[in-house]
């Protein structure tokens, strides 16, 4: 009986490292650095500055996720996803859910494409009324960093990098290529 309980102990044991083991190299493994600050704009000219600064992330269980922080119109947005600092502590269960949901959306070499919808303040506020709400998609496509951004405050969508109108509307041309090629695949 004592030898059973042992081997039982080891067995869960060696599971338990090797999940740890494969769960941390796929977080260490997909995780990208963005820093920058760059100038957006929409198709009727009006520009914006945001500010990123953040790692993208993606992992066995959580679905495509970023950390750290996006400044848009002067406020600062945290993402709270985080498995162990979430407000919601959201269960293993959802985020696998959100990560299947999430499938199609990839890193890689030529593409990234990242969509975060629900922002916090650094006071850890969910920030959903009008005004504070933000969807930004960053696209890597091409070996190009491009960016979506739709405020959700004045229903504008911004496209950068982009000074003025006619830069905007070349960057959209591009994001719908982006989408177009890869619904085709």
Request: net charge negative; charged share 20%.
């Amino acid at each position: 009986m004592k030898n059973r309980i042992i081997t039982i102990t080891i067995i869960v044991a060696i599971i338990a490292a090797v999940t740890i083991l494969v769960y941390t190299i796929a977080a260490n493994k997909y995780s990208i650095p963005v820093k920058t600050d760059m100038n957006v704009c929409s198709l009727s000219g009006d520009t914006e500055t945001i500010s990123l600064d953040f790692t993208i992330e993606n992992n066995l269980i959580d679905p495509l996720h970023y950390k750290g922080k996006v400044i848009w119109q002067g406020i600062t947005h945290i993402d709270y996803y985080s498995r162990f600092f979430s407000p919601e502590r959201k269960s293993i269960f959802f985020r696998l859910n959100e990560r299947f949901k999430l499938s199609g959306f990839d890193l890689s070499p030529d593409y990234i494409a990242f969509t975060h919808r629900t922002f916090y303040d650094e006071s850890a506020r969910w920030r959903a009324e009008i005004g504070h709400q933000v969807k930004l998609d960053l696209i890597y496509y091409n070996g190009e960093r491009y960016l979506n951004v739709f405020d959700y405050g004045t229903d504008i969508e911004y496209y950068g990098p982009a000074e003025n109108a006619a830069e905007a509307q070349a960057v959209a041309d591009i994001i719908t290529e982006y989408y177009l090629s890869i619904m085709t695949e």
